[in-house]
């Protein structure tokens, strides 16, 4: 089965680094893009950013571009969404999501991020 | 590409069918436009993908349509777990992948 689990729910302060996960398992990690979506409370959906595993190919949002790091470690099937310096703005939740021209889209359960003094 | 996707609400009644569109400012391949299903409180669930292959253990109640600019969402026989927020997904070779701003379907 395909599955993508991501790391737990967060709180931080203003200003702290974070750095969530997202592994992937039941499938070849590397032969698949990784995406992440940001959701913020009572909001819509965002596209983030999106990282190939298998050359660490990253392309971002304009929105997110500088203000996220996307990477992936093939070696434990893990792709990660961080920040070096949180704001309150950035509390949300969190989905990664993997995609293929040749299968279905597949999501995870998603990482909520607050951040509050 | 910026998808764009009505009415923002839309009020049925159960047993009722629902109609949702998603108009894209560029073509968008066939091969890669999905729609989601999110309920208050829970991740998007993939209803459609393909514009038009329903995702696994998606009812026959749900079909999507369409090609190059427009996209449908068709939803049959409504029952109350419909009743939730709905988006479509543009997923193709080239990013951003972008989401449409959402329709929500509400009980009438």
């Known amino acids: 089965e395909v599955q993508l689990v991501q790391s737990g729910a967060e709180v931080k302060k203003p200003g702290d680094a974070l750095k969530i996960s997202c592994k992937g398992s039941?499938?070849?990690?590397?032969?698949?893009?990784i995406g992440w979506v940001r959701q913020m409370p009572g909001k819509g959906l965002e596209w983030m950013g999106i990282?190939?595993?298998?050359?660490?190919?990253?392309k971002y949002s304009p929105s997110f571009q500088g203000q996220v790091t996307i990477s992936a470690d093939r070696s434990i099937n893990t792709a990660y969404l961080q920040w070096t310096s949180l704001k309150a703005s950035d509390t949300a939740m969190y989905y990664c999501?993997?995609?293929?021209?040749?299968?279905?889209?597949?999501w995870g359960q998603g990482t909520t991020v607050t951040v509050s003094s | 590409i910026v998808l764009t996707q009505s009415p923002g609400t839309l009020s049925l009644s159960p047993g009722e069918s629902a109609t949702l569109s998603c108009r894209a400012s560029?073509?968008?391949?066939?091969?890669?436009l999905a729609w989601y299903r999110q309920k208050p409180g829970q991740a998007p669930r993939l209803l459609i993908y393909?514009?038009?292959s329903r995702a696994t253990g998606i009812p026959d109640r749900f079909s999507g349509s369409g090609s190059g600019t427009d996209f449908t969402l068709t939803i049959s026989r409504l029952e109350p777990e419909d009743f939730a927020v709905y988006y479509c997904?543009?997923?193709?070779?080239?990013?951003?992948?972008?989401f449409g701003q959402g329709t929500k379907l509400e009980i009438k």
């Open positions: 990282i190939y595993p298998g050359d660490s190919d990253t």
């Open positions: 560029q073509s968008v391949s066939s091969s890669y």
């Open positions: 997904q543009q997923y193709g070779n080239s990013p951003p992948h972008t």
């Open positions: 999501a993997r995609y293929s021209t040749i299968a279905p889209p597949v």
């Open positions: 393909g514009a038009s």
């Open positions: 039941g499938y070849s990690f590397t032969d698949f893009w």
